[in-house]
């Protein structure tokens, strides 16, 4: 069972940066596939950053340039750092792992195994 946990999230005013961090349980976590995701509140959840062992990541329009995924594999963690953040960008963000290889596309699906229990992201304009 690997175990997932989120933290760094917070209220921001709109144009400031917040680093979101994630912490993964498991020997493996080099190969692992990650991904970040949000939920606003009446929305779907939305994929908006993804990594496989490929260490290409991957973005969806609505992120793109402003949002940036890395991984530190001696410490086991996942970061999600956010620059130029918008209103639209308040929501619960989760990080989530796989021990599959997948391909990106498959990861901003959100088609992993282990979930986070999420950590609040406010922006305020």
């Known amino acids: 069972q690997v175990q997932v946990a989120e933290s760094g999230g917070g209220s921001v005013q709109a144009g400031g940066s917040l680093r979101l961090s994630c912490t993964v349980s498991?020997?493996?976590?080099?190969?692992?596939?990650l991904g970040w995701f949000r939920q606003a509140p009446g929305k779907e959840r939305e994929g908006v950053a993804a990594?496989?062992?490929?260490?290409?990541?991957s973005y969806p329009e609505s992120v793109r340039g402003r949002f940036t995924i890395s991984r530190d594999n001696d410490k086991r963690t996942l970061y999600l750092q956010m620059n130029s953040l918008r209103p639209e960008d308040t929501g619960m963000y989760y990080c989530?792992?796989?021990?599959?290889?997948?391909?990106?596309?498959?990861?901003?699906?959100?088609?992993?195994?282990?979930w986070g229990q999420g950590t609040q992201v406010t922006v305020s304009s």
């Open positions: 989530a792992v796989d021990e599959r290889w997948l391909m990106t596309k498959t990861i901003l699906r959100g088609e992993l195994t282990y």
């Open positions: 498991g020997s493996r976590f080099i190969e692992y596939s």
């Open positions: 990594l496989n062992d490929d260490n290409m990541p």
